[in-house]
């Protein structure tokens, strides 16, 4: 902000550059950007701060020295003289307000009125007098909060609205204020959930645990806009979507439904899809998902390799980022070149309509993604095979091989291996570096944890095969019970 004279100095823009620079020192304090331009004692707790007023003007004098190719040291003198007016028109005007006690919406809107250039200087000294006493004093952000959204309530004087607007927006960015306000910066979905909140989302709105601050904000909100305290609740968002952390921790499947949701009420948002910068922080974000530790748990996760292609491909068709998609592509022909792709493409107990009809759920996934055009007559040839091996098999009950889930194990001799697939007879699971061989016999303990079975049970298997550390072999279990059981899965 480029000042001509103090009253400039203490405008909206003015205001907002002094926050940003000052915003340290406004979190220490516990106080807002509105209290430090025009409340006095604020002020000269500053000057007396050691070398930290000299350090706010220089970072102001550097920044107005690059944008208008002036002299640092001149802005400096510049500054300092023109802060120095500043603090006496405040000095000034906070002999001319009521006592605290007296200072509503109504006096507000009078001392703004009553003059063209001193009275938003008035209004604003009143107001920060008014902050000083809200609740317990200073650094009671709810008290602050609740006084603002009481006044607002009653405020007509443009000048004043826009000040309550701007005092509101401080306590959404300062950073112990939001964690009182909105939510604690670590829960993630709190402050997402919030911040949509004040920006509009419906949803976010309609949330029966929003903190009391965001309710009464939001009802406000119905009789009067505040475009400020929007566009800092934006800041926030942009915030949080552009840092590393996870949405959901530690779970996979949850972080992309998140993300998905998060995308669509974004776009209902005509502020939110207007905004580029977020948009792209978006983006970033769904770029994201395909990161290993993310992407290979869910790819896991889902059962039947047609499930999975399923979800490599509508992931293709959501993210724009070409790094990406090639990964999700290299994803894809990982899995439709692995050996087990056709026995595993259903999932059990599906009848024969819902296995064409999965197989034209794929077909479908293909024509959508932005493949080029030898993946995608690659990806629908293996599908219209898939789809004729359908036909010639008829509506089998016994699927012959099911992939495995995630937690699925098999333990032998006290070591736990991952299972891969299974059926009625046989196993593969790995990677396995014991010394074993084809034909040889021994106990091994299955155990199952995953959505469509959760059992363990005790089996003698023969060793088939092992290649690149992948362990094929048949299984024989004694316990009639878990048998039965297996054969139920199966033929369901």
Known sequence: ??????????????????????????????????????????????????????????????????????????????????????????????????????IDAAALDRLA?????????????????????AGSGTGDWIGKANRCLSLLDRATNPVVVGLIDQTLAELVRLKPAAATL?????????????????????????????????????????????????????????????????????????????????????????????????????????SRLVAPELLEPLVAREIGAGRKAILLLGLHCEIGDEGARKHLVTHLDQLVDSREFKDEFFVPGMSHDEKRALVAQVGQSIANADLIDIKRQRYQAVVT??????????????????????????????????????????LMFGPYNGLIAPGQRMRATIMLRNAYISMGFEAEIEIVRQTDGLVGARYNCADPQARQRIKAHFRA
């Open 182 to 286: 909105i939510g604690p910066a670590e829960n993630l979905t709190l402050v997402i959930r919030t911040c949509l909140a004040i920006a509009g989302d419906a949803e976010a709105t309609s949330a029966m645990n929003n903190p009391p601050f965001i309710q009464a904000l939001v009802v406000r909100q119905k009789g009067r806009g505040t475009p400020l305290t929007v566009a800092a609740a934006i800041e926030v968002l942009k915030g949080v979507l552009a840092s590393p952390a996870a949405i959901a921790k530690r779970d996979p499947a949850q972080e992309i439904k998140t993300t998905r949701s998060l995308r669509d009420r974004i776009t209902k948002l005509p502020r939110l899809v207007a905004d580029r910068e977020l948009q792209e922080i978006l983006a970033r974000r769904m």
């Open 385 to 426: 095979t898939t789809f004729a091996s359908l036909g010639e098999t008829g509506d089998r009950r016994v699927s012959p091989r099911t992939i495995a889930g995630p937690e699925d194990r098999v333990q032998l001799g006290g070591v736990r291996v991952p299972l891969r697939n299974w059926s009625e007879t046989g």
């Open 113 to 133: 009125a009553g003059d063209p250039v001193r009275g938003p200087v008035r209004a604003g000294v009143a107001l920060a007098t008014s902050l000083a006493t």
């Open 1 to 102: 902000m480029f000042c001509l004279n103090a009253f400039e100095a203490l405008e909206p823009a003015a205001r907002e550059t002094l926050f940003r620079v000052a915003q340290p020192h406004l979190e220490h304090a516990r106080i807002t950007a509105t209290e430090l331009a025009f409340d006095t004692r604020e002020q000269r707790k500053l000057l007396n701060a050691g070398m930290r007023f000299q350090e706010f003007v220089q970072r102001v004098a550097i920044l107005q020295g690059q944008q208008h190719k002036k002299s640092v040291t001149d802005r400096v003198r510049h500054i300092i003289d023109i802060v120095d007016e500043a603090m006496r028109e405040v000095e000034q005007a906070a002999r001319e307000i009521p006592p605290p006690q007296e």
